[in-house]
């Protein structure tokens, strides 16, 4: 019987040798079908290479608020922290009240504050780009500061008028009148840690480069701080293994090159020069359209992993929406998930697991055995979401 993933005093995580349990969080709209799809594969994958893999539904979301009341339960939170490592399906945003975010409300509970997005092609997956296969990052980006904090009041109400007359009277800043107005918090604390993480994630998997993507050539003191810290940080704590690009002459490929660009314009980059980077470390706004952006040159949400991780936990998902439409019909890509799943078995040192589930990807999509989102790009018959689950676990090493 599998035992409880436990951690450090470091936040690092000590996984049981004889296998693991993992809360999942089944998800709205289609995420029991994509589910169904993705479980015999992530757990056909572990035995395979040599390890045990259970599953606990956590109840959240639609589900949850229709047996106990509440989208997200006290319960369900505190199963994730005693597990430490889960995995979750799309949430839908309760409408007409409750949290603003179901993703954003477990974020914040369990202190999530990177949100990892790993960019990498799959061969024969339809793209817009020429060559998605030049694409090959990992981008972290900050999930509890800038201006997702949720600091902000709507126009014409008490609080946004008070706001209005303390920055126009105290701190004489010129603010229209009526206007909505929120605050983008940045610290010292929050952007060292999410740039820790990437750089010992860059340095561990021996990438060549982190680059800093920031807007800090007009906010200055927030998103231009937060290239400071980083290149703080690189040249205190890591002064032995980093080199800025402009120190860099290519003799020591042992130190990881600390780059950084302007939002915008690695946008640009990202399309033109997709193969100068590696690992990508942003502030939370930057990194949300960043990563959506990669993710469509190499095919959509619906081929993108996703995880947010804090220190000794983990939340993997996908990174699609619930898609109610779909809802049931046992049709949609499952591949987000099972990626995630991945992903996640990567993170708990389970690399030959990871390995069979990508090289099983890549022989599924070679014969062209997809679902309707794909296989009408390239004209071919679609399979159901169940099908393309049951493909994988049939072509896996």
């Not at 969080?25 to 992530?42: F, M, N, S, Y």
């Not at 922290?81 to 799309?90: A, E």
């Not at 009148?177 to 604390?189: D, H, L, R, T």
Request: glycine share 10%; net charge neutral.
């Amino acid at each position: 019987m599998p035992n409880l993933i436990r951690a450090d005093g470091q936040g690092n995580l000590i996984v049981p040798q004889d296998g693991a349990i993992i809360p999942i969080i089944i998800g709205d709209g289609v995420g029991p079908d994509i589910w169904r799809a993705t479980e015999p594969v992530l757990t056909e994958a572990a035995k395979r290479s040599g390890h045990k893999l259970e599953f606990v539904e956590a109840p959240a979301g639609q589900t949850a608020h229709k047996q106990f009341g509440e989208y997200l339960p006290d319960d369900t939170l505190e199963t994730l922290k005693n597990y430490r490592v889960s995995l979750k399906g799309p949430l839908a945003t309760p409408v007409g009240g409750g949290m603003r975010s179901l993703n954003v409300g477990i974020r914040q509970a369990l202190d999530l504050y990177a949100c990892v997005r790993p960019i990498k092609w799959i061969p024969g997956v339809p793209s817009p780009v020429r060559a998605p296969e030049k694409a090959d990052m990992l981008l972290f980006r900050e999930n509890t500061e800038d201006v997702y904090a949720g600091l902000e009041w709507p126009a014409g109400t008490e609080e946004a008028e008070a706001l209005i007359s303390f920055l126009t009277g105290t701190l004489k800043a010129k603010v229209r009148a009526g206007s909505a107005v929120g605050i983008k918090p940045m610290s010292e604390f929050g952007s060292k840690r999410l740039i820790k993480m990437a750089i010992d994630w860059a340095l561990k998997e021996n990438r060549p480069s982190l680059t800093l993507v920031h807007k800090g050539n007009i906010m200055k003191y927030t998103e231009g701080a937060f290239r400071k810290w980083g290149y703080e940080l690189a040249s205190g704590e890591y002064a032995n293994r980093t080199v800025p690009e402009e120190s860099w002459d290519g003799k020591d490929p042992s130190r990881l090159v600390i780059k950084d660009r302007i939002a915008d314009n690695m946008f640009m980059q990202s399309l033109l020069r997709p193969e100068e980077y590696s690992v990508l470390a942003m502030p939370n706004l930057n990194g949300d359209y960043l990563s959506d952006c990669l993710a469509a040159q190499i095919g959509g949400l619906g081929m993108a992993p996703g995880a947010n991780l804090g220190d000794g936990l983990a939340v993997f998902e996908a990174t699609h929406g619930t898609a109610p439409k779909y809802a049931g019909q046992d049709k949609v890509n499952p591949s987000s998930m099972i990626l995630s799943g991945a992903f996640m078995l990567g993170y708990l040192g389970w690399k030959e697991a990871e390995a069979r589930i990508q090289a099983a990807l890549e022989k599924v999509v070679s014969k062209k055995i997809l679902t309707y989102d794909l296989a009408r790009q390239l004209g071919v018959t679609p399979v159901k979401c169940s099908e393309f689950g049951q493909a994988l676990v049939q072509h896996m090493e």
